[in-house]
C-alpha cells in the first residue's frame, strides 16, 4: 500500500500487479509506449505496414444514412410495411424553427426528475381550465360568451376554475403535468390565474361574435389525414365554426405578449428595407401551428377556414396570428378580432396573399422542411431563436480522427 500527496491510502492496480509478475518481476526490463505512434500502436501485427488513413466526420448534426433509421421517423402498421410517423403541428414547428432543437426536445428528450411549478403547467391549468368552461357554457345552453351573459358566465368560470384547481391537487389532469402547489407562494400563483382568465372570458364576448366554440381539444391521431406528405397527429385546443361554416382555430398561449404572433401578408414590401418576404422560396413564418391545423380541417372536416389564431391568457389579453381580410378589425366593437387590423390579403397596403393562398404556401414549405428531416438534418438554426439558448450547448461539435 502506498499514499498519495494527501495521505490517501493508494494500492496497486491488480491489473499491473499480474503483468509485472508475468514479466518476471521487479527484475524485468522496463519498456514505455507513448502516444508518439499512433497506428502502430493499433497494428496488430507490430510490423509497421498497416495503411494509415485521415477520416473525416460528416459535418455537425448531419446523420449519415445508417444513422437515419435512429430518428425514428417510421413505424410498422400490423401487416409489417414501414410507414411515416404521425407529427403534430407542435413538433412540425420545433422542427422548422430549429432542426436541432427538435432532435434534443423529441428524440434526445432531457428531463427533470421533480415535477415542476413552470409556465407550462400554469398552461395545463388554463387549457383543462377553458377547455372545461366552453363546455359548461354550452350544456347550460348559452352557445358562448355574450355581453349579454357576460356576468352568468363569470360565475360559471368561477365554478370551473375552483374544480380544476381541486382536480390538479390531486394530479389529475388530461395535459402533460398538472399544476400542484406546494408553498403558500405557489397557492398565490395560482390565485392569481383567475383574475387573468376573467379578463379571458370578457375578451371572448366581444370577439369573433357570429362564432361559437364546436371543437374543443379536437384531435387529430385517428382522422387520417396527411399534411406536408405526413400523417398528421395531435390536437388542437379549439376551433370556433359560424352559421355558415366558416371557422377560425384557436390556440391558447398562457402568454403576457400576443405580438409575436401577429402575422402580415408576406407579399407586402417591409417598411425598413423594401424586401417582400414572400420572394424567398424558403419564406416561412415563426409560428405555424394554427395554420397546419387549419390547413387540415379543410380536408378532414370540410370546413371554410378563415382564420388561425393565438389566445395570450395572461397579461395583455388578445387574439393574434392570421385571419381573412373580413375578419380584421375595422373599427373597435365590430364583432370582429379586436385590435387585429391586418387581413389576408392586405389589399390597402398592396398585398394580394389571400387566406387559401396562405395556408398552401406554408404547407408547401413545411414539406421541403420535412423532405430535409427525412434525409437526416439536425443542423442548428442559422438563426437561433430565444429558445435555442438551450439545446446549442449541449456539444455535437465537429471531431475528425
Not at 417598411?271 to 413564418?285: C, I, N, Q, S, Y
Not at 393565438?310 to 381580410?325: D, E, H, I, P, Q
Request: net charge negative; proline share 6%.
Amino acid at each position: 500500500m502506498s499514499h498519495d500527496r494527501q495521505a490517501k491510502d493508494r494500492y496497486p492496480a491488480a491489473l499491473w500487479t499480474e503483468l509485472l509478475a508475468l514479466r518476471g518481476g521487479d527484475d524485468a526490463p522496463v519498456e514505455k509506449t507513448g502516444e508518439g505512434d499512433v497506428a502502430g500502436d493499433f497494428d496488430p501485427a507490430g510490423t509497421g505496414t498497416a495503411r494509415v488513413e485521415r477520416v473525416l466526420c460528416l459535418p455537425p448534426q448531419r446523420l449519415g444514412v445508417s444513422a437515419v433509421p435512429y430518428l425514428v421517423l417510421m413505424r410498422r402498421t400490423e401487416d409489417g410495411a414501414l410507414v411515416p410517423r404521425q407529427f403534430s403541428a407542435s413538433q412540425i414547428e420545433s422542427y422548422v424553427g430549429c432542426p436541432l432543437c427538435w432532435f434534443v426536445s423529441s428524440r434526445v428528450r432531457p428531463s427533470m426528475v421533480d415535477a415542476g411549478f413552470t409556465n407550462m403547467e400554469k398552461g395545463n391549468f388554463v387549457h383543462d381550465v377553458m377547455d372545461r368552461f366552453h363546455e359548461e357554457v354550452r350544456e347550460r345552453g348559452m352557445r358562448r360568451v355574450t355581453p349579454e351573459n357576460l356576468r352568468a358566465s363569470l360565475e360559471l368560470l368561477d365554478e370551473v376554475f375552483a374544480a380544476v384547481r381541486a382536480e390538479h391537487a390531486r394530479g389529475k389532469t388530461a395535459s402533460s403535468a398538472a399544476l400542484v402547489a406546494l408553498s403558500p407562494t405557489e397557492q398565490a400563483q395560482i390565485d392569481d390565474i383567475l383574475p387573468q382568465l376573467r379578463r379571458v372570458v370578457r375578451y371572448e364576448a366581444d370577439a369573433l361574435a357570429p362564432f361559437a366554440p364546436e371543437y374543443l381539444e379536437y384531435s387529430f391521431n385517428g382522422l387520417g389525414v396527411d399534411y406536408a406528405g405526413w400523417p398528421l397527429g395531435g390536437r388542437i385546443d379549439r376551433v370556433d365554426v359560424d352559421a355558415e361554416g366558416r371557422a377560425v382555430v384557436i390556440d391558447y398561449k398562457h402568454r403576457s405578449d400576443a405580438n409575436p404572433f401577429k402575422l402580415k401578408d408576406p407579399t407586402v414590401p417591409l417598411k425598413k428595407t423594401g424586401e417582400v418576404p414572400a420572394d424567398d422560396p424558403r419564406w416561412l413564418p415563426e409560428h405555424t401551428q394554427t395554420l397546419i391545423y387549419g390547413q387540415a380541417l379543410r380536408r378532414a372536416l370540410g370546413l371554410d377556414v378563415r382564420g388561425a389564431l393565438y389566445f395570450s391568457t395572461k397579461g395583455k389579453v388578445a387574439m393574434r396570428g392570421a385571419v381573412s381580410s373580413e375578419l380584421a378589425e375595422e373599427e373597435p366593437g365590430d364583432g370582429r378580432v379586436p385590435g387585429l387590423r391586418d387581413g389576408f390579403p392586405a389589399v390597402q397596403a398592396g398585398g394580394t396573399m389571400n387566406f387559401d393562398a396562405l395556408l398552401d404556401r406554408v404547407e408547401a414549405g413545411i414539406a421541403e422542411r420535412l423532405g430535409e428531416l427525412r434525409a437526416g438534418r439536425i443542423a442548428a438554426a442559422a438563426d437561433p431563436l430565444t429558445s435555442c439558448y438551450h439545446n446549442h450547448p449541449l456539444g455535437f461539435e465537429r471531431r475528425d480522427a
